[in-house]
């Protein structure tokens, strides 16, 4: 029995389904499906859309690319060329360090998180981190109209409380601030450019803590010859720089019978 549809609408739209199933042939299967994005050659994957504040524009891109470390596929001694676009890995460490998140939550569409963990822990621990830090802010002053190198510094310290999960061993408790956590010395230029970031349980002194700092400083800046800070560096320690590391630090003291804030030269430059 013949069911081919005799309505004129029915066949119009029989009509309709066997032009599309035509033109799929013709093309290749195409149809609505050619509309989407074909994929790069040789199996790769498509680039990702730059959607969150922290990325990477690519003036910023031009700066931080040189500073990396040369790829192993690139040097005398080879290796395998690396899967993923070293800066979508530069992307996801600045989303973690803007957004705070774990490592874990690291959305899909940046490489693996094990992989850009990976990087970042590698690139820490060879000075790369604190190479591109130097160079940008070497960059900043130039642009302010000053030297690239910092003369005059200013160290403070911060204590911070940790959470439940760091372990004993890299924690304490400030009884002057009443913290129990980690205390983080820092060294600025006077601009409030970081230098050098050292972190410490929170029971830790200022002045047993900046001679490392200081030292340290000292061996990455040896430019530097004046060290600002507040009485709780005063002492013994401002000799000691003095005698081994040819240190300057002038100590800044809240006057005498001031009572409230008061603005003190050299300081807040930290916390600024």
Known sequence: MDQTPQHPAQLGRVHARRDRRLHRRLTGGAGREAARPHPPPEGGKLPRRRCYPSDTWDDEWA????LLP???????????PEK???????????YVVDTG???RALPKDFPPWRTCYGFMARWAAAGVVGQIRDQLRKRVRREM???PGAVATVIDSQSIKAAETVGKDSRGYDAAKKINGRKRHLVVDTKGLPLFVMVTPADTTDRNAAKEVLFRLWLM???ITIVWA?????????T??????NLTIKTVSRPKNASGFVVLPRRRVVER
């Open 221 to 223: 800046h040896p430019e």
């Open 145 to 147: 109209g000053r030297a």
């Open 240 to 245: 000691w720089a003095k005698t081994y590391l």
């Open 63 to 66: 700066l931080i690319e040189p």
């Open 101 to 103: 998140c774990k490592w």
């Open 230 to 238: 507040d009485s709780a560096y005063a002492g013994e320690l401002v």
């Open 70 to 80: 040369t790829p192993a596929c690139e040097t005398r001694s080879g290796g395998r």
């Open 84 to 94: 993923h676009p070293r800066r979508e890995i530069v992307d996801a460490i600045r």
